[in-house]
C-alpha cells in the first residue's frame, strides 16, 4: 500500500526519478550490515520445486529481471535479494552511451504501460566488467549486448559486439544479443545472423561454454523472424528472449492527444502482453519446444508469468510489472508457481 502511494507520487513526478532514487537507495543499503538479509526476508522466496535447468545452466526458479534497469550492472547483489534467479543487464556497448535527452521515459498510468525512448545509456564495458568483478549474488548473469550507435557500418557494428562479447565473456553466464531496430545497415534477421555467426564462431576458442541468446522484437515482420528461428536453430544459437517493446500505441486507454504528445518511443507493461503471449506461443510451435524461450513483455502479474509457462517459454522476465507492481511481484508469482506447479508438470508429461 504504501509502496503504491509513494510509486504513484514518483511517477507522476518522473518515471526516470523515480527509477534513479531506487538505485540510489539499493546502493546507500548495500553496506549497512543485515540489508541483504533483511530484504530477502522480505521479499525472498526459495523452493526446491522451483528450480528448473535451463541452457544447461541450474536456475533457482523461473524468474528474472529485464534488461534495462541495471545498464552498468552495478547491483546484480541488491536485485538478487528480491528474488529473481537471473539478472538481465545492460545493454551493454563497448564505449559509453548518455542515451536520448530527457524527458524520455513516460508513463501510462491508466494503462499500467510506460513509453521510453530512453535509447542506449551505460558507461561502457569495462566499466561495467569492473562492476561484475565486485558481484558476489547468486543470480544468473546474462550480459545484453549492443552496439555504439556511432557504428554505422556493418563491419562497424560486427566489431562493436566483437569487442563486448569477448570482454564480457569470463564474467557472465549468459550473452544476450540485442540488436538495435533504428539500424537501417540491413534487414533485421541478416544484420543478427551476420552478428551471430560471429559470436558462435568466437565462442568455440573458450573452455567454458556459455549460451548465446538473441533477443526478438514482436515489431518483427513474421517472415523475418522465421528466418531467424531457422538459423538459430540450425547454428546452434541456444535460445530466444520473446519479446522487447513495441512501437504500435494499439488498444491504449490513454487519450490519443496525450499519447501523440509523447511521441516516439517503446511501449511496454500491460498493453503488451497479449502480442508477447502470441509471440512465445508461434516461438514454441515453429520451432517445436526445440529453442527455449525467456517470455517478456507485459507480464503484471503471477497468472501472466504463469500463462507465459503454460505457452511453453522456459522462463519468464519482467520489468514494466515490478515498476508498477513493486518487487513484492516476484514473490507473489514464486508462491504462485509453486502452487500451479503440479498441474503444470502433469499438463507437460
Ligand atoms: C526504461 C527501459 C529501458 C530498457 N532498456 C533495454 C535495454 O537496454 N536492452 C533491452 O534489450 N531491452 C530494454 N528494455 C526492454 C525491456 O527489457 C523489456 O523487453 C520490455 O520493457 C518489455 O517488458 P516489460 O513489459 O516487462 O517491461 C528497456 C525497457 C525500459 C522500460
Known sequence: MIFRLVRYIFMKLSPEVAHRQTLLVLKAIRGLPF?????????????KTLKTTVFGLEFDNPVGLAAGLDPNAELCDELSWFGFSFLDVGAITPLPEEGNPKPRIFPLIQDKALVNR??????????????????????????????????????????????????????VDI?????????????????????????????????????????????????????????CMLSGVDG????????????????????????????????????????VRHIVEYTRDRLPVI??????????????????????????????????LVKKTLKHLEKVKPSMDNQNS
Open 175 to 231: 550473452l544476450t544479443v540485442n540488436i538495435s531496430f533504428d539500424s537501417d545497415v540491413q534487414k533485421t534477421s541478416e544484420l543478427a545472423e551476420s552478428i551471430l555467426d560471429m559470436l558462435l564462431d568466437l565462442r568455440i576458442c573458450y573452455d567454458t561454454y556459455k549460451p548465446i541468446l538473441i533477443k526478438v522484437s514482436p515489431d518483427m515482420p513474421r517472415e523475418d523472424l522465421d528466418k531467424l528461428l531457422k538459423y
Open 295 to 328: 517470455a517478456c513483455g507485459g507480464i503484471m502479474s503471477p497468472e501472466q508469468a504463469q500463462e507465459m509457462l503454460d505457452a511453453g517459454a522456459a522462463l519468464v522476465e519482467m520489468l514494466t510489472g515490478i515498476i508498477y507492481e513493486g518487487p513484492g
Open 118 to 171: 530512453i535509447g542506449l545509456r551505460n558507461k561502457g564495458v569495462s566499466a561495467a566488467i569492473e562492476n561484475l568483478k565486485k558481484s558476489r549474488g547468486k543470480a544468473i548473469i546474462s550480459a545484453n549486448i549492443a552496439h555504439n550507435l556511432k557504428s554505422k557500418t556493418l563491419e562497424a557494428i560486427k566489431e562493436d559486439y566483437y569487442r563486448t562479447f569477448s570482454m564480457l565473456y569470463d564474467f
Open 35 to 47: 540489508a541483504g538479509k533483511l530484504v530477502k526476508l522480505i521479499f525472498g522466496y526459495k523452493s
Open 240 to 279: 530466444v528472449v520473446a519479446g522487447n517493446a513495441t512501437q504500435s500505441r494499439d488498444s491504449l486507454q490513454t487519450s490519443k492527444e496525450r499519447i501523440n504528445k509523447i511521441g516516439k518511443g517503446f511501449l511496454s507493461g500491460a498493453p503488451l502482453f497479449r502480442k508477447n503471449l502470441a509471440l
